[in-house]
């Protein structure tokens, strides 16, 4: 069975730090994309950043850059995101997906497939 499983959410203190990961099983992650993407309550989808997996080759959003990170284990076939400087606004639940043009071009919803379920992240002192 063809599935993506997203951990690691959990609630953090303004500023500090989560480092969620994204494993895949069923198939491997060499040579696709994939995607982090978040959701808060009455939002529309949006796109984080993504890795190209054979590359590494990354794209991220301007309210993350310099915040959060996103990196790839082969081995394990595992994608991560590590996030600091968590902000209240951060609050949300965070999906990935594996991207349909595998090589990160675009962080439009559309474009990816094969959905986890998603992690929550809640930032709050």
């Known amino acids: 069975q063809v599935q993506l499983v997203e951990s690691g959410g959990g609630l953090v203190q303004p500023g500090g730090s989560l480092r969620l990961s994204c494993a895949a099983s069923g198939f491997t992650l060499d040579y696709y994309g994939v995607g982090w993407f978040r959701q808060a309550p009455g939002k529309e989808l949006e796109g984080v950043s993504c890795?190209?997996?054979?590359?590494?080759?990354?794209r991220y959003i301007d309210s993350v850059k310099g915040r959060f990170s996103i990196s790839r284990d082969i081995a394990k076939n595992t994608v991560f995101l590590t996030m600091h400087s968590l902000r209240p606004e951060d609050t949300v639940v965070y999906f990935c997906?594996?991207?349909?043009?595998?090589?990160?071009?675009?962080?439009?919803?559309?474009?990816?497939?094969?959905w986890g379920r998603g992690t929550q992240v809640t930032v709050s002192s």
């Open positions: 997906a594996v991207d349909s043009n595998r090589r990160c071009l675009s962080l439009d919803p559309v474009q990816y497939y094969y």
């Open positions: 890795i190209t997996t054979a590359a590494g080759n990354t």
